[in-house]
């Protein structure tokens, strides 16, 4: 039993055949001295050049042109037309007073904020089917689809 405890177990021995990258020339020959494999190159340090180009100076009027082609296109926002229909669609829906619905009226009907109508009716809003859909509920007029077609009451199942 006391065998057992004369043994000693290393779970985290520290490797010393890991690669290393070195850029002091003295590090470099001090391994070749040990014996160790080494292995140089060199890289470019210009970005979107060939590598004859990238001996000399940098052309960054270059590269500056390739970042400014590729820029991402923002995305589409709502037509005006869909704008001016929830707006009409809006005022004409009165209240029992004879008041028209504003805008935060309805957003708390689709349980939105009153500065996401304002951003649809000005056109500036990104187009989400599922709130386009709670406002056709709420203002019963067809907001989605074909562009002739907005703006036109909905024509849901009829009553009895």
Same mark, same amino acid.
């Given at each position: ?5 004369? +043994? ?14 070195? +850029?002091?020339? !003295? ?5 070749? &001295? ?6 140089? /190159? ?7 050049? #060939? ?7 940098? #052309? ?18 709502? /037509?005006? /037309?869909?704008?001016?229909?929830? !707006?009409?669609? &809006?005022?004409? +829906? ?42 056709? &509920? ?5 907001? &989605? ?16």
């Amino acid at each position: 039993m006391s065998e057992e405890w004369d +043994k000693v177990t290393v779970l985290r021995g520290g490797q010393k055949n890991h690669a290393t990258v070195t +850029k002091s020339e !003295s590090a470099v020959n001090a391994a070749k &001295r040990m014996g160790i494999a080494v292995s140089t /190159s060199a890289k470019d340090r210009v970005v979107g050049t #060939n590598t004859t180009a990238a001996k000399g100076p940098a #052309n960054y009027q270059a590269i500056a042109k390739l970042d400014r082609e590729n820029e991402v296109k923002p995305p589409e926002t709502v /037509s005006k /037309s869909v704008g001016q229909a929830i !707006s009409n669609a &809006r005022q004409e +829906k009165k209240d029992a007073a004879g008041k028209s619905m504003s805008q935060k009226d309805l957003a708390t009907k689709i349980n939105e904020k009153p500065q996401i109508i304002a951003d649809y009716e000005s056109g500036r809003a990104v187009p989400n089917t599922a709130l386009l859909a709670k406002m056709e &509920r709420v203002l019963g007029v067809k907001l &989605r689809g074909d562009p002739k077609s907005i703006g036109q009451p909905l024509g849901g199942p009829k009553k009895k």
